[in-house]
């Protein structure tokens, strides 16, 4: 079955760490890829997207993601958090005309 | 401008109420969306409209009524809502499709008593 996974419900890290979110899909074919940020009672922003082209996708808010067909993923990077990027992250992928979700991931960083 | 305004920001209806969800974007796009988002969950896509006509519809139920006046706005008309309907109602738009990025509004968050 067509499905995006992202493995980690949970994550904290430190204020000034590195950060990877990760992301999985399983389709058939190269799908569109998008990156999600949902701060508490908010609406969803687009991080970053990759339809075709260079597989590592610089988004804004400092965040990047790379793109590995091999791997069917898509994780989403950050070299150093700040404390506003704690928040609810959702990967979500395109095919077929579908656009499915990703469960979440939400982010919790330490002072 | 690439900003999606939702109103009301809150909501709380009985059982029932009838009441309206209002979406409006300026962008020019031709496909608009409702999501329904619970707590902690990802949005669930409710109904797509592209180019003013209901072209995907989740299997909502009826007591959920989307219109489409014109290519800015979108409505959520609501009527004999249950309590598990309360959830984090949001609209998107795109410029054409799902597969082009969705702009996503605030939200409403709907409570229904």
């Known amino acids: 079955a067509q499905s995006v996974t992202q493995p980690d419900i949970h994550i904290t890290v430190s204020e000034g760490a590195s950060l990877e979110l990760r992301c999985n899909y399983s389709?058939?074919?190269?799908?569109?890829l998008f990156w999600y940020v949902q701060s508490p009672g908010q609406g969803l922003q687009l991080l970053l997207k990759y339809f075709s082209g260079d597989t590592l996708v610089q988004g804004i808010k400092g965040f990047e993601a790379e793109f590995k067909r091999s791997q069917s993923s898509f994780n989403l990077r950050k070299p150093s958090v700040h404390w506003s990027d704690a928040a609810e992250y959702f990967c979500a992928v395109g095919v077929n005309r579908q656009y499915i979700f990703g469960t979440g991931t939400r982010l919790k960083v330490l002072a | 401008d690439t900003e999606v305004t939702q109103t009301p920001k809150h909501l709380v209806m009985g059982m029932t109420n009838k009441k309206s969800l209002k979406c409006e974007q300026h962008?020019?796009?031709?496909?608009m969306y409702w999501y329904k988002q619970k707590a902690k969950k990802p949005p669930e896509l409710m109904f797509v409209?592209?180019?003013?006509?209901?072209?995907i519809n989740e299997s909502v139920p009826s007591r959920f009524s989307p219109e489409c006046p014109n290519s800015s706005l979108l409505n959520l008309h609501l009527h004999a809502l249950q309590p598990e309907d309360s959830a984090l109602y949001l609209c998107?738009?795109?410029?054409?499709?799902?597969?082009?990025?969705?702009?996503f509004g605030p939200g409403t968050r709907l409570t229904v008593l």
């Open positions: 962008m020019g796009h031709r496909a």
């Open positions: 389709y058939g074919a190269t799908p569109y």
């Open positions: 998107a738009s795109s410029l054409k499709d799902r597969l082009d990025t969705q702009y």
């Open positions: 409209y592209s180019y003013e006509k209901l072209s």
